[in-house]
T-cell receptor
Framework: AQSVTQLGSHVSVSEGALVLLRCNYS??????LFWYVQYPNQGLQLLLKYTSAATLVKGINGFEAEFKKSETSFHLTKPSAHMSDAAEYFCAVRINTGTASKLTFGTGTRLQVTL | DGGITQSPKYLFRKEGQNVTLSCEQNLNHDAMYWYRQDPGQGLRLIYY???????QKGDIAEGYSVSREKKESFPLTVTSAQKNPTAFYLCASSQHDRGGYTFGSGTRLTVV
């Protein structure tokens, strides 16, 4: 069965520092992978997605992620953190089973950005 | 603009009462989903529907019910059988392709 594991429920970085949020996946078939961001009391917003095209995927707000099959990873990065990046981030894998297609989410990583 | 509308944003329920959360989308998406979010547990799938008049149970369907009478609407009823209903509920929709989901802004349900 497909699943994702997010390493680290909380990550704290200084403003201007590199952001690295880790996600590893488990899938028996080529996966579709996603990163979402959630601000307090709001829904989830799609940051970026990997759908078997380029392995380096660029998303909104300066984020990007690299699909590494050999490491079964899809880590999210941003070169320079901004205070507005403070939020919860979810990695997800899409399961396609015939006509059914569902996203399975990781447990989330809360990003704190300090001055 | 197209999107998903969830209402109400905040909902209070007395123990023993049923309550219905609304979810409407104008994206012409075929599939719709309900997730429950609790702190530290991520999102857990309650029900999903791939087509009108059809829906399937997710991982935590007990104590919940849904209907899909129209393509645009997928209401969720939290019944009195749900023992711990206080949570943040998220509705989403998607097409049958490689894309992700579009989410509503959520409903926070509190049992008082």
């Amino acid at each position: 069965a497909q699943s994702v594991t997010q390493l680290g429920s909380h990550v704290s970085v200084s403003e201007g520092a590199l952001v690295l949020l880790r996600c590893n996946y488990s899938s028996s078939v080529p996966p579709y992978l996603f990163w979402y961001v959630q601000y307090p009391n709001q829904g989830l917003q799609l940051l970026l997605k990997y759908t078997s095209a380029a392995t380096l995927v660029k998303g909104i707000n300066g984020f990007e992620a690299e699909f590494k099959k050999s490491e079964t990873s899809f880590h999210l990065t941003k070169p320079s953190a901004h205070m507005s990046d403070a939020a919860e981030y979810f990695c997800a894998v899409r399961i396609n089973t015939g006509t059914a297609s569902k996203l399975t989410f990781g447990t989330g990583t809360r990003l704190q950005v300090t001055l | 603009d197209g999107g998903i509308t969830q209402s109400p944003k905040y909902l209070f329920r007395k123990e023993g009462q049923n309550v219905t959360l609304s979810c409407e989308q104008n994206l012409n998406h075929d599939a719709m989903y309900w997730y429950r979010q609790d702190p530290g547990q991520g999102l857990r799938l309650i029900y999903y529907s791939q087509i009108v008049n059809d829906f399937q149970k997710g991982d935590i369907a007990e104590g919940y019910s849904v209907s899909r009478e129209k393509k645009e609407s997928f209401p969720l009823t939290v019944t009195s059988a749900q023992k711990n209903p206080t949570a943040f509920y998220l509705c989403a929709s998607s097409q049958h392709d490689r894309g992700g989901y579009t989410f509503g802004s959520g409903t926070r349900l509190t049992v008082v």
